[in-house]
C-alpha cells in the first residue's frame, strides 16, 4: 500500500466486507497468516492463537504449510451470526 493511502480506511472497509460476506455464507470462524499486520487485524477483533491449535482444513494449505514463514501470527476472528 502507498503511504498516502494508509490511514483512509481502505483496508478496514475490505476486511468488514469479506467479514460481512463471509457470515453471510454461513462461515463461524477467520483464520489468517500476517508477518506485517498483526496489530491491524487485532485492532479489529482478531485474536493470535498458536499455530498448532490451526483445524486440520487449515493446516493443510499450502500457505500454513510453507509459503508463510513459521514466525507469521496466526490469527483468528469468531464471526458474528447474521440472519437474513
Known sequence: MQPQSRAAGIGSRLVAHAEDYAARHGVRSVYLLTTTAEGFFA??????????DAPDSIRSTREFAGLCPAS????IKQLQEITR
Not at 43 to 52: F, H, I
Not at 72 to 75: E, T, W, Y
Request: hydrophobic share 35%; glycine share 8%; aromatic share 14%.
Open 43 to 52: 485492532a479489529r477483533g482478531y485474536v493470535r492463537s498458536e499455530r498448532d
Open 72 to 75: 507469521s501470527a496466526f490469527m
